[in-house]
């Protein structure tokens, strides 16, 4: 399966400021997602970055905080924008796997941990 | 939207016990995918159910794609403490490209 190289693992920002987080996957793949997980929550979906076109964003997110770039096939970075200590969470990327001996499924790479102070 | 219900939310077992948990929802999903997270970890895919009726194990778990397509379970058989963690269902909405749904996840501590 896709492997993922998430970056920075883990930042304490002070508010106000804001962080850029970067992606990068190991093969070529068309559709790229972004996660939050606030403490002790499920995963829920920022946005879907396809590469040549501007993000979709799902309910409650906006371009404004949360602007991507897809640059290719393999990159994608979230920022986090004018940040607050409500916007403290966990921060993941995650691919669509379409390798049939890996079966089909969703890799996530292994998260930022923001901490907004 | 659509939303999974996932139970239990938390369990306490004894190491060498099974688990079992599940996830049901009332619209039908194509794919059924089940996630393990550890602390300070991105969710790491356990198994994945392509097909109504589906039976799929991995090692010690075991996963049911439910017949209806709406719903699936996950049991983890002779529990030992590395099997600490959140376990989060997926499902994958019919109808085009649409994301994953998740469940709230259930979180399992094993008492050695």
């Known amino acids: 399966s896709a492997v993922i190289s998430q970056k920075p693992s883990r930042d304490i920002c002070q508010r106000g400021t804001s962080l850029t987080i970067q992606c990068q996957v190991d093969s070529q793949v068309t559709m790229m997602f972004w996660y939050r997980q606030q403490p002790g929550q499920s995963l829920t979906l920022i946005a879907t970055?396809?590469?040549?076109?501007?993000?979709?964003?799902e309910s409650g997110f906006v371009i404004d905080k949360f602007p991507i770039s897809r640059p290719n096939l393999t990159f994608s970075t979230l920022t986090v924008s004018n940040m607050s200590p409500e916007d403290s969470s966990i921060y993941l990327c995650?691919?669509?796997?379409?390798?049939?001996?890996?079966?089909?499924?969703?890799?996530f790479g292994s998260g930022t941990r923001l901490t907004v102070v | 939207g659509q939303q999974l219900n996932q139970s239990p939310q938390s369990m306490f077992i004894q190491e060498g016990e099974d688990v079992s948990m599940n996830c049901t929802s009332s619209?039908?999903?194509?794919?059924w995918l089940w996630y393990k997270q550890d602390p300070g970890e991105g969710p790491v895919l356990l198994i994945a159910?392509?097909?109504?009726?589906e039976l799929t194990s991995n090692g010690r778990l075991t996963a049911q794609f439910g017949i209806t397509r709406k719903d699936s379970f996950l049991n983890i058989s002779a529990s030992i403490p590395s099997d600490v963690g959140i376990y989060f269902c997926a499902g994958q909405p019919p109808l085009g490209y649409t994301p994953l749904v998740f469940g709230k996840g259930t979180r399992l501590s094993v008492i050695a």
């Open positions: 159910l392509y097909k109504a009726g």
């Open positions: 995650s691919v669509e796997d379409t390798d049939p001996s890996a079966g089909l499924g969703y890799t």
């Open positions: 619209s039908i999903f194509n794919t």
């Open positions: 970055a396809n590469q040549g076109s501007e993000a979709t964003y």
